[in-house]
């Protein structure tokens, strides 16, 4: 098994919204391993972004990191808790260590700029004593493996296709040569052939650099095969996660298993297709018991009573593979 990269420890983010207090993030533990692809799913709102912006140190009022370490493992050897940082510290960190792409990204880039001084200013922003040659003729590479032509860097972003400048973005961001990516719903503006594209190309990409890549989607049809680990999170919790294919074949989560039979599939025979009845509790009124006890199927019939008291830990149901389904051996008759 691979050394690991990052170890998010018991990592807790709320929000205060009227006087109430939820928690977006809830006592989040998961290890990153140096080297995997890692899928982080979820309905809308189970706090997938919420998790990454606590990690990089993102998180705006009226957010708040209200427990939590993030141990990073340098390429050194070295360990620093991120979460210790002062701003300035983690700055450094950010690009040349840890970097991001987010939800419709394509959209951040500065109208009136080139993307040529796009890699420029980036590049400076870290070290002003970079050449301007040594700076273009990376960008150049990068930009030939997100299959873009060198004219790119010439060009304004209003002159290039949604799917063009996201591999742009995705260049950029490679830019200062990380040691892992988050990538927030990187495709979702994008048509589904631009979606695989962009996947194949990052994937060759992972492999090129040994980097460490960790994506956030709510669909999971989209990265299933390109990610080694997938981690299941719902309500702010993670509430399963293990190799991609175990989850697929053998998920012991009643919300995996859920989550699985919704794919789509072009094989599929659609009216077998079932989307999980429900919605995902309000977390400013969580039930006094297992957060997914109300649309579970296992409660329903009563194989579960539903407790919250089991669900405040994770069990290993298969090698590699942790669920916070206490009754996931009676559940799934294993
Ligand atoms: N800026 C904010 N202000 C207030 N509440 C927030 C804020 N950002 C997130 N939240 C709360 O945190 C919860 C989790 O949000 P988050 O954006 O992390 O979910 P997500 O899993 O990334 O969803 P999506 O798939 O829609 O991107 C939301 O339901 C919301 O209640
Ligand atoms: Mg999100």
Not at 286 to 298: E, I, K, N, S, T
Request: glycine share 6%.
């Amino acid at each position: 098994m691979a050394d690991p990269i990052l170890e998010i420890k018991d990592l807790t983010v709320e929000f205060a919204l009227h006087g109430r207090k939820i928690r977006a993030c809830d006592s989040v533990n998961l290890t990153i391993r140096r080297g995997e692809i890692i899928g982080i799913i979820g309905e809308s709102g189970s706090g997938k972004t919420t998790l990454v912006s606590g990690i990089l140190n993102l998180i705006q009022p009226p957010g708040k990191i209200t427990s939590g370490q993030v141990i990073y493992h340098q390429r050194d050897g070295q360990t620093v808790d991120l979460r210790t940082l002062t701003p300035e510290e983690f700055a450094k960190h950010r690009w040349t260590n840890l970097t991001s792409v987010f939800q419709a990204a394509q959209n951040v880039m500065n109208p009136s700029l080139r993307v040529k001084e796009h890699f420029l200013e980036t590049a400076w922003a870290h070290d002003p004593d970079m050449k301007e040659e040594a700076i273009l003729a990376k960008a150049r590479d990068l930009l030939s493996r997100v299959r873009l032509e060198e004219r790119v860097l010439d060009c304004y972003p209003h002159q290039l296709s949604g799917g063009m400048k996201q591999r742009c973005i995705i260049a950029l961001s490679l830019i200062l040569s990380p040691d892992i990516i988050f990538l927030d719903e990187p495709t979702t503006a994008l048509d589904v052939i631009t979606q695989w594209y962009i996947l194949e190309i990052l994937k060759q990409i992972q492999k090129d650099y040994g980097l460490t890549m960790v994506f956030l989607t709510h669909d999971v049809s989209i990265i299933g095969s390109i990610v080694d680990r997938l981690v299941v999170m719902y309500a702010g919790e993670v509430v399963e996660y293990g190799p991609v294919l175990d989850l697929f074949k053998r998920p012991t989560h009643p919300y995996t298993a859920g989550l699985m039979t919704a794919i789509p599939s072009l094989r599929d025979d659609v009216t077998r297709r079932k989307a999980i009845p429900g919605n995902p509790p309000d977390l400013a009124n969580l039930p006094d018991a297992c957060r997914f006890a109300p649309r579970c199927w296992a409660k329903a019939q009563g194989i579960c009573e539903g407790e919250r008291a089991g669900t405040l830990r994770m069990y290993g149901s298969n090698p590699d593979q942790y669920t916070r389904c206490y009754s996931w051996e009676k559940v799934f008759r294993q």
